[in-house]
């Protein structure tokens, strides 16, 4: 498997974990308010990418790298913030984000222009 293609795997696995792991934590996990919480909403803009990471499609993993940074954000604070189990599940979202952030930044320069 050629390097573009484990990146362009990387970053596909990592989003479609994070948007699983976001309507899990947020709907039965360990939800702000018992029995769900609104916050299960914030996956929409993480579907929004979704089609254009599948189709390798180099402008989409330029802006959702930008764009991932403020779920890696929400997960620092509540990492740190948060106890028990929403504790873990904002460090395994600081660990996907921080997977799709790499991931995504060197497929954009693998593919850009000059190669």
Known sequence: MNNIKLLQNLSIVSLIALIFLSVAWEGWLAPLTPGGSALIFKVIPLMIPLFGILRGKRYTYQ????????????????????????QILAMIEVALTVTFFTATIYYARATGRAH
């Open 63 to 86: 802006w959702s790298s930008m764009m991932i940074l403020i779920y890696f954000t929400e997960g620092a604070v509540r990492a740190w913030s948060d106890h028990g189990l929403s």
